[in-house]
């Protein structure tokens, strides 16, 4: 395909085409994604999480300055309606943005979440593969840690920063659990504000009792992204997370776990959409849908009903077949 | 079933026994749902849904001595880890709630939420059908406003309370849509607490300018559970919701909206499990995972591939059929 050569061969025009393909999920996608797969790999997958409000994108533009400063090339991913990557911004925010929007080497994309509280876009992979192939040295997931996002996130990157502020006291209390779990790097940011230090103290106790991994100890730093006070420190822990994942072969099977996982969730995803597409053709599902509404028979018993249903099944496999044109 | 009628005749036990049954998904609960169809919708459901920490377990305790006190009986569930209902509480909020424990005109059950970040439970449904059948003039549905669930009490609840305090500032924003659009009445709580009034104000000011009904204009109430204030008023306010919503007619359809879109969730849910369990048994399934691993083939394409692979579909046709034993 000449759009991927194009884009192998450093056009960003092609990479954003590419991209937008891939955000519309057009059936060539799969193919064009197995063309590239020996350019894949070689990117590192930063993924930056944490409570809205909370500084992500000053963060994420800090962090691209320095791995700019280094050489390496930076592919931004930001799936956060928050975020001046994605628009919903103060003007000074954007402006500082444009900074890295003529930078040939610094490639944003933002994206909108699935559902109000939904989590990552099954897209956002596609995507990332897609930085990664065209050469980008690392590529930033930013998203908005609320409900399902971190916990998806997990699925897709190498180090996991979750950036919190001193004044999210109550926030931890109710996420503690889910970021716990997923956090390689605690960034509290604004520190220069009251109770960043209690917010640090608290984070350390939580994080210490337990290892995730004999091999990492979970760093807490206190950052002000807007100084640009506590980021080379945030870097080398970067660094320091990257070296002794890729040591321990922990990077090797933990992206192996991570594509197993993607190709599960694809096909589960894809078997959903399906079976709700079907609902909506199927004539069965119509015939039960109309004796609920009528209060006839209740949903679970109409539920129960219609999956014994043989006519149901055979009408379904029929249309999965057809659909294949087998 | 010998169950059902002793639930009918008052017996608290059977009540239970058969909540058990439900929570555990028995194959035998359509039918026994189905049972009780003319013993359903006499109940009137309230959602209470808010940030944790909020207070919601107070609100309800009080509401529940009200309700008792005009002579109406009453069920609880509490989805919500920090409820004192479902445990995480201290001692005071517990014996609190051992009164009403005693009172033979009360039922009241915890459960548990689906996943971290997840939504209700498939069987919050069932379980407030048994109390609607087993005679509750109330059923009041205790949930934490965190990801999910607020949006699936909608679709259950007639009544919805969303409570927020006046340190709850940062989510109101990040939750501000979600709330907005399933808020039947706000409750201020802690309203004794700084920021109460601003907090009035602002939702006040959210709340008026497009109504989601016209019969309805969602109203703002401060309100001191723990003291006891304000707690008569929003009674009132939810007696108000309810003979409004039933005059328009508004709540003969809207439980019927309900029960379509339990029928569906109820069909897309078994045949989405039905589908990860035949993955888990598949030949097909295997084979193409294998090649993931191997990083023979990418996870897109190996699932496009497995989905155009006829032998899958004959596969899972198969193992349907013999399922359904047809």
Redesign the interface.
Known sequence: MELVSRMLSGDRNALARLISLAEEERPE???I??SL?DH?GRGYLIGITG???GGKSTLVDRLTRIMRGKGHSVGIIAVDPSSPFSGGALLGDRLRMQQHCMDSEVFIRSMATRG??GGLPGTV??VAKLMDASGKDYIIIET?G???TE?DIMKIADTILVVLTP??G??I???K??LLEIADIFVVNKADRPGSEQMVQNLLSLVHSPTRYPWWQTPVLPVQAANDVGVEELWCQIEKHRAAKEEMGFLVSSR?DH??Q???E???D???SR??RH?DRSGR?AK??KK??A?E????????D???D?AF?DEW?RE??EG?G?
């Open positions: 996608v799969p193919d994604l197995e797969k894949l409570v809205p409000g109000a509280h992979r596609s908005a609320v409900g399902q916990l004044e999210g109550d926030s209390q109710s996420l659990a889910g192996t594509r197993v993607e190709f599960r694809r096909v589960q894809e078997l959903f079976i709700c609902l599902f039960y849908l609920v509404q209060h028979t209740g949903p679970s018993k109409a539920a129960a219609l999956l014994n043989n099944w496999y999965e077949r294949r087998g």
